[in-house]
């Protein structure tokens, strides 16, 4: 190559015709000076070859618990890497579907943190396939992990055997005790630095619940499984909306979220307690204007919001298919009526619907509040949208009563 390229230099650089000096169509030298700089840059594009860059590639890994009993959570955890180096601050995302199926859904998502690792909790419904997944993210490609199945078994759950599977996360012990738990065979505590375990052994079978966190205060200020609210009926449900919890327990549940003190129900429907718990941690939320409040935000409409608040708990709670989401008043109250069916008498959990607009001499629904007591005279309510009672003023989330006669009508979520 290169004797190629010098030959062809020396060639344009000595070659000249005989008239290039007499004729007028000769070029002059800085022509020749210029086709000479073209043809040693072409040359030397051809000498040079760029180095080749390697391509970036990524690994993302899923480890977890593969035989997990119903009502555990389960730790899902797992590496990324970008070059064989583990990366943080990469957002991982935990998928799920039934085995066969080809529908995945997203059970949270997660950072990953120095080194890579990344660990995210999950309480499943049923037996399910999962993959970790990292979106492409510019030059950077994505990555799935290989699926992973969890399948739930019957076997026995100790707190020792709960222990090996929760590794580091279960802290170390405080000590063991055994106490008498009406209802069971027997109670173990193992109060750790990481959380309470609870080994609960009736007839039918022995399991271990993990207790956390402000749950864990609020339960052991109860008196724990000797308490009020008796023993755990299986592990916390989180990574509600409000990055909010909840737990049920055999006698009551407890709510708790990241802005306001646990909310602790005494009860046997867990389903309309759960509701309940999160409408009451609202109460003395105050909009800051009108039709402006954070529920607004979360649904994404300036709306009256008093349905949209309904709404929220719903989901909240967990129960968004039991109180469906709707951006406006209207919307929400045919979908009410027509899937739920107008009911005279309340009960704890209904949601009663109001005119509050009788002065324009149309009777029509106007308001929607949350049912959580009655008397012979009264019905004891929780409302967003609502006036301050203390003050008259001003719009936001509070206990209201209100005569039996106000309501219109109630309808019963299928809770």
Same mark, same amino acid.
């Given at each position: ?6 030959? &062809?230099?020396?060639? =344009? ?5 005989? *008239? ?8 002059? $030298? ?11 840059? !072409?040359?030397? !594009? ?33 590496? %990324? @890497? ?37 660990? &995210?909790? /999950? ?32 076997? @026995? $759950? ?9 590794? %580091? ?26 959380? #309470? ?37 299986? *592990? ?18 407890? /709510? *708790? ?8 129900? #005494? ?5 309309? =307690? ?19 409040? $954070? ?9 009256? %919001? ?22 406006? +008043?209207?919307? +929400? ?6 899937? =739920?069916? $107008? ?16 002065? *324009?001499?149309?009777?029509? !629904? ?50």
């Amino acid at each position: 190559m290169v004797s190629r390229v010098t030959l &062809l230099v020396m060639s =344009l650089g000595t070659h000249r015709p005989a *008239d290039a000096l007499t004729t007028p169509s000769a070029r002059p $030298r800085r022509t020749v000076r210029r086709a000479l700089a073209l043809v040693l840059t !072409a040359a030397l !594009a051809l000498l040079v070859v760029p180095p080749a860059h390697a391509a970036t590639t990524t690994s993302l890994t899923l480890t977890m618990d593969k035989t997990p009993r119903s009502g555990e959570s389960i730790w899902f955890s797992g590496t %990324w @890497k970008v070059n064989g180096k583990g990366t943080s601050n990469k957002t991982i995302s935990l998928d799920y579907r039934r085995k066969g199926s080809t529908r995945w859904t997203s059970a949270g998502t997660t950072r990953s943190r120095a080194g890579g690792a990344w660990a &995210l909790r /999950y309480k499943p419904a049923a037996s399910y396939e999962y993959r970790a997944r990292a979106e492409a993210w510019g030059s950077t490609p994505g990555a799935l992990s290989p699926y992973r199945q969890a399948r739930f078994v019957s076997n @026995k $759950r100790s707190i020792e055997s709960r222990v090996n599977v929760l590794g %580091w996360r279960a802290g170390t012990s405080n000590g063991l005790r055994t106490v008498d738990v009406p209802g069971t065979q027997k109670v173990r505590y193992d109060s750790r630095t990481t959380m #309470l375990l609870v080994e609960v052994t009736t007839s039918e079978r022995v399991r271990t619940w993990t207790v956390e966190g402000e749950i864990r205060k609020a339960y052991t200020a109860k008196g724990s499984a000797t308490g009020e609210l008796g023993y755990p009926l299986g *592990d916390a449900r989180c990574r509600l909306l409000d990055n909010g919890c909840l737990q049920r327990f055999r006698n009551g549940v407890i /709510y *708790d979220n990241a802005f306001e003190s646990p909310v602790v129900l #005494l009860g046997k429907k867990h389903s309309v =307690l759960e509701v309940i718990a999160v409408a009451r941690s609202q109460v003395g939320y105050a909009a800051p204007a009108s039709n402006i409040s $954070r529920y607004n935000t979360w649904v994404g409409t300036t709306n009256a %919001w008093c349905s949209i608040f309904q709404s929220w708990v719903g989901a909240a709670s967990g129960h968004e298919s039991t109180i469906r989401t709707y951006g406006n +008043f209207p919307d +929400f109250h045919s979908w009410a009526v027509r899937s =739920l069916g $107008r009911k005279s008498a309340p009960t704890i959990g209904a949601i009663a619907f109001f005119d509050t607009h009788t002065s *324009d001499g149309v009777s029509a !629904a106007t308001h929607a509040g949350l049912v959580i007591g009655y008397s012979s005279n009264a019905i004891y309510t929780i409302e967003g949208n609502t006036s301050n009672p203390a003050t008259g003023t001003g719009r936001g989330v509070y206990y209201k009563t209100r005569p039996r006669s106000m309501p219109m009508y109630y309808v019963y979520p299928q809770y």
